[in-house]
């Protein structure tokens, strides 16, 4: 057993760095992966995503847990790396679930060129994979449900001209990395409906602050120093709005001159909504993803998918602001700390 484990392990590591390497080739192999068998009985599913311990994801853990419950014998199990949104860590992690073999797979992909391959492997292994929150560049997986993040963009920019209400000014957009899908979809969908609203909003260059909090921070400071007439920040994910919020902290910007928008609903950012250091959030339908996720998984698995059913699965985002935070319907698209 150890030799066979040895084995994979070397061959995914080594089909990895294939993948790494040719992500800018225009070939678009197909997998080599047999129908896999019907199943039925008690199945093991992984829900394996970038970052272990992220509220987004304790959201889509809680959906497809509950989801198992109501089609019985099926157990989720949670798998991810300790930090997130990179092949590199991403990838170990995954082979381990493929030498565990479970019946099935809800895969959120670090990085769509470089996971292709050893997911390939994992498909090739017997395991069925549905893949959620982002996509992968090749239709390998059984279905794909996520989040439309320029439509989410979109969202935010609406929001911010509403709070505008015609005044002139600056807009400063914070984005994660250049070469990030997830979160580059979120600037360029508000960056494209900020434009075309008409509104009298100039947008400053997108800066960059890599997950660092302290960096968005610093950006924000130095960014006011050069354009005191800023009136609007959008930031793509929770790290960029935290930093944003402590670099007006830091500036002593008066809130009521300010509007901050954030990407996503996470306990860190609810909070700073109720207390008004953010003016509104994108709420993406996490729970929902898992629910769904794991309902066509496991009619997969089982052979009962209906007829029709679609590959790619959109789940809608919403705007949440301190009006309407505690309604019952936004209440579900929060971001719990655990499932309880």
């Known amino acids: 057993m150890k030799v066979r484990t040895r084995a994979l392990a070397a061959t995914l590591a080594t089909v990895t760095l294939t993948a790494i390497t040719a992500c800018g080739s225009s070939d678009n192999p197909t997998s080599s992966s047999s129908p896999a068998e019907q199943k039925s009985g008690a199945l093991e599913i992984s829900l394996l995503t970038?970052?272990?311990?992220?509220?987004?994801?304790?959201?889509?853990?809680?959906?497809?847990?509950?989801?198992?419950?109501?089609?019985?014998?099926?157990?989720?199990?949670?798998?991810?790396?300790?930090?997130?949104?990179?092949?590199?860590?991403?990838?170990?992690?995954?082979?381990?679930?493929?030498?565990?073999?479970?019946?099935?797979?809800?895969?959120?992909?670090?990085?769509?060129?470089?996971?292709?391959?050893?997911?390939?492997?994992?498909?090739?292994?017997?395991?069925?994979?549905?893949?959620?929150?982002?996509?992968?560049?090749?239709?390998?997986?059984?279905?794909?449900?996520?989040?439309?993040?320029?439509?989410?963009?979109?969202?935010?920019?609406?929001?911010?001209?509403?709070?505008?209400?015609?005044?002139?000014?600056?807009?400063?957009?914070?984005?994660?990395?250049?070469?990030?899908?997830?979160?580059?979809?979120?600037?360029?969908?508000?960056?494209?409906?900020?434009?075309?609203?008409?509104?009298?909003?100039?947008?400053?260059?997108?800066?960059?602050?890599?997950?660092?909090?302290?960096?968005?921070?610093?950006?924000?400071?130095?960014s006011l120093g050069a354009n005191p007439d800023i009136v609007g920040i959008f930031a793509t994910s929770e790290s960029g709005a935290m930093g944003a919020v402590s670099g007006l902290q830091g500036a002593k910007v008066d809130n009521d001159k300010m509007t901050v928008i954030a990407y996503d609903a996470g306990p860190t950012l609810v909070t700073a909504l109720r207390a008004g250091t953010l003016d509104a959030l994108v709420a993406q339908g996490s729970y929902t993803q898992g629910y769904d996720a794991l309902t066509r998984l496991v009619q997969e698995i089982r052979g009962q998918v209906p007829q029709g059913a679609a590959f790619d699965n959109v789940v809608p985002n919403a705007i949440v602001t301190s009006d309407n935070v505690d309604s019952p319907e936004t209440k579900k698209l929060l971001y719990p700390t655990t499932c309880s």
Do not use: H
Not at 70 to 77: A, K, R, S
Not at 140 to 146: C, H, M, N, T
Not at 189 to 212: C, V
């Open 50 to 222: 970038t970052y272990n311990g992220l509220p987004f994801y304790t959201a889509m853990q809680c959906g497809a847990q509950d989801a198992a419950k109501e089609l019985g014998d099926v157990t989720v199990t949670t798998d991810g790396p300790s930090r997130g949104m990179n092949a590199a860590d991403q990838t170990p992690v995954l082979e381990g679930v493929v030498n565990r073999r479970p019946d099935g797979m809800i895969f959120v992909p670090a990085d769509p060129a470089a996971m292709v391959a050893p997911v390939k492997l994992a498909i090739d292994a017997g395991i069925q994979v549905v893949t959620t929150d982002a996509t992968l560049n090749e239709q390998v997986a059984k279905a794909q449900f996520r989040g439309d993040n320029n439509a989410g963009g979109a969202l935010a920019a609406a929001e911010m001209v509403k709070r505008a209400q015609g005044q002139r000014g600056k807009v400063l957009v914070l984005d994660n990395r250049p070469g990030l899908p997830v979160t580059n979809q979120r600037a360029e969908g508000f960056i494209k409906a900020l434009q075309e609203s008409g509104a009298d909003l100039q947008l400053l260059d997108t800066q960059y602050y890599e997950d660092d909090p302290t960096k968005a921070a610093t950006i924000v400071q130095s």
